[in-house]
Protein backbone atom coordinates (compact mmCIF):
# COMPACT_ATOMS: atom_id res chain seq x y z
CA UNK A 1 0.00 0.00 0.00
CA UNK A 2 1.34 3.54 -0.82
CA UNK A 3 1.03 6.30 1.30
CA UNK A 4 -1.02 8.20 -0.67
CA UNK A 5 -3.25 4.78 -0.29
CA UNK A 6 -2.66 4.82 3.69
CA UNK A 7 -5.71 5.45 5.82
CA UNK A 8 -5.07 8.21 7.82
CA UNK A 9 -6.54 10.73 10.55
CA UNK A 10 -6.55 13.54 8.39
CA UNK A 11 -7.97 11.11 5.53
CA UNK A 12 -10.48 9.69 8.14
CA UNK A 13 -12.00 13.38 9.16
CA UNK A 14 -12.27 14.11 5.41
CA UNK A 15 -14.15 10.95 5.26
CA UNK A 16 -16.70 11.78 7.87
CA UNK A 17 -17.06 15.35 6.84
CA UNK A 18 -20.28 14.44 4.66
CA UNK A 19 -22.25 13.50 8.31
CA UNK A 20 -22.39 17.21 9.37
CA UNK A 21 -22.45 17.99 5.95
CA UNK A 22 -25.38 16.26 4.96
CA UNK A 23 -26.53 17.20 8.66
CA UNK A 24 -26.12 21.25 8.16
CA UNK A 25 -28.00 20.56 4.54
CA UNK A 26 -30.92 18.87 6.62
CA UNK A 27 -31.22 21.21 9.34
CA UNK A 28 -31.35 23.89 6.77
CA UNK A 29 -33.57 22.72 4.68
CA UNK A 30 -36.09 22.06 7.96
CA UNK A 31 -35.32 26.03 8.71
CA UNK A 32 -36.64 26.63 4.92
CA UNK A 33 -39.79 24.37 5.44
CA UNK A 34 -40.45 26.35 8.78
CA UNK A 35 -40.35 29.70 6.90
CA UNK A 36 -42.54 28.70 4.47
CA UNK A 37 -45.10 26.90 6.41
CA UNK A 38 -44.51 30.71 8.97
CA UNK A 39 -45.75 32.66 6.03
CA UNK A 40 -49.35 30.73 5.77
CA UNK A 41 -50.02 31.41 9.51
CA UNK A 42 -52.47 34.44 10.26
CA UNK A 43 -51.13 37.03 12.77
CA UNK A 44 -54.72 37.98 12.99
CA UNK A 45 -54.96 35.34 15.29
CA UNK A 46 -53.69 35.05 19.58
CA UNK A 47 -52.30 31.26 18.68
CA UNK A 48 -51.02 31.91 15.22
CA UNK A 49 -49.01 35.19 16.47
CA UNK A 50 -48.03 32.58 19.55
CA UNK A 51 -46.79 29.84 16.79
CA UNK A 52 -44.90 32.43 14.87
CA UNK A 53 -43.10 33.49 17.56
CA UNK A 54 -41.98 30.26 18.65
CA UNK A 55 -41.12 29.50 14.72
CA UNK A 56 -38.72 32.32 14.57
CA UNK A 57 -36.89 31.54 17.77
CA UNK A 58 -36.63 27.81 15.98
CA UNK A 59 -35.97 29.36 12.77
CA UNK A 60 -32.87 31.09 14.29
CA UNK A 61 -31.68 28.33 16.20
CA UNK A 62 -31.90 25.57 13.46
CA UNK A 63 -29.61 28.48 10.92
CA UNK A 64 -27.73 28.82 13.49
CA UNK A 65 -26.87 24.90 13.76
CA UNK A 66 -26.89 24.35 10.26
CA UNK A 67 -24.28 26.94 9.37
CA UNK A 68 -21.57 25.86 12.47
CA UNK A 69 -22.71 22.24 10.79
CA UNK A 70 -21.34 23.38 7.24
CA UNK A 71 -18.44 25.49 9.17
CA UNK A 72 -17.39 21.95 11.02
CA UNK A 73 -17.48 19.81 7.99
CA UNK A 74 -15.37 21.93 5.62
CA UNK A 75 -12.93 22.04 8.14
CA UNK A 76 -12.62 18.07 8.65
CA UNK A 77 -12.88 18.03 4.78
CA UNK A 78 -9.81 20.10 5.08
CA UNK A 79 -7.42 18.10 7.02
CA UNK A 80 -7.51 15.17 4.57
CA UNK A 81 -3.63 15.70 4.23
CA UNK A 82 -2.77 16.05 8.12
CA UNK A 83 0.09 14.49 8.50
CA UNK A 84 -0.22 10.95 10.85
CA UNK A 85 1.03 11.26 14.35
CA UNK A 86 2.23 8.86 16.69
CA UNK A 87 -0.51 6.94 18.16
CA UNK A 88 -0.08 4.66 20.94
CA UNK A 89 -1.37 1.04 20.13
CA UNK A 90 -1.96 0.31 23.87
CA UNK A 91 -4.03 3.31 24.26
CA UNK A 92 -6.18 2.70 20.69
CA UNK A 93 -6.74 -0.87 21.80
CA UNK A 94 -8.13 -0.29 24.99
CA UNK A 95 -11.93 -1.29 25.14
CA UNK A 96 -13.28 2.80 25.71
CA UNK A 97 -11.48 3.40 21.56
CA UNK A 98 -13.96 0.30 20.54
CA UNK A 99 -16.42 1.42 22.86
CA UNK A 100 -16.47 5.17 21.29
CA UNK A 101 -16.78 3.90 17.73
CA UNK A 102 -19.93 1.68 18.87
CA UNK A 103 -21.84 4.01 20.15
CA UNK A 104 -20.47 6.21 16.73
CA UNK A 105 -21.93 3.26 14.53
CA UNK A 106 -25.37 2.76 16.82
CA UNK A 107 -26.03 6.74 16.38
CA UNK A 108 -25.55 6.22 12.87
CA UNK A 109 -27.95 2.95 12.69
CA UNK A 110 -30.87 4.78 14.66
CA UNK A 111 -30.49 8.08 12.73
CA UNK A 112 -31.00 5.65 9.35
CA UNK A 113 -34.01 3.96 11.20
CA UNK A 114 -35.63 6.77 11.95
CA UNK A 115 -35.06 8.79 8.46
CA UNK A 116 -36.54 5.39 7.20
CA UNK A 117 -39.85 5.42 9.83
CA UNK A 118 -40.55 9.32 8.87
CA UNK A 119 -39.69 8.68 4.98
CA UNK A 120 -43.46 7.19 4.56
CA UNK A 121 -44.96 9.61 7.01
CA UNK A 122 -43.63 12.09 4.33
CA UNK A 123 -44.31 10.61 0.85
CA UNK A 124 -47.98 10.43 2.64
CA UNK A 125 -48.06 13.93 3.73
CA UNK A 126 -46.67 15.16 0.35
CA UNK A 127 -49.17 13.48 -1.56
CA UNK A 128 -52.01 14.51 0.47
CA UNK A 129 -50.23 18.29 -0.40
CA UNK A 130 -50.59 16.85 -4.27
CA UNK A 131 -47.19 17.47 -4.27
CA UNK A 132 -45.32 14.94 -7.62
CA UNK A 133 -42.52 13.18 -5.93
CA UNK A 134 -39.63 12.39 -7.58
Known amino acids: MSTSD ?4 GKGLAENSVLP ?3 GALISVMAGNLEVHRKALDLSDENSRSE ?3 YEKLLR ?12 ASEMAGYRD ?3 GRHDQKAMTH ?5 AFQKFAQHKRE ?3 LLVQTEERDH ?7 VNQQ
Open 6 to 9: QQTC
Open 21 to 23: AKL
Open 52 to 54: NDV
Open 61 to 72: DLRQTAAQLSVT
Open 82 to 84: LPM
Open 95 to 99: PRVGD
Open 111 to 113: LLE
Open 124 to 130: KLLEAMG
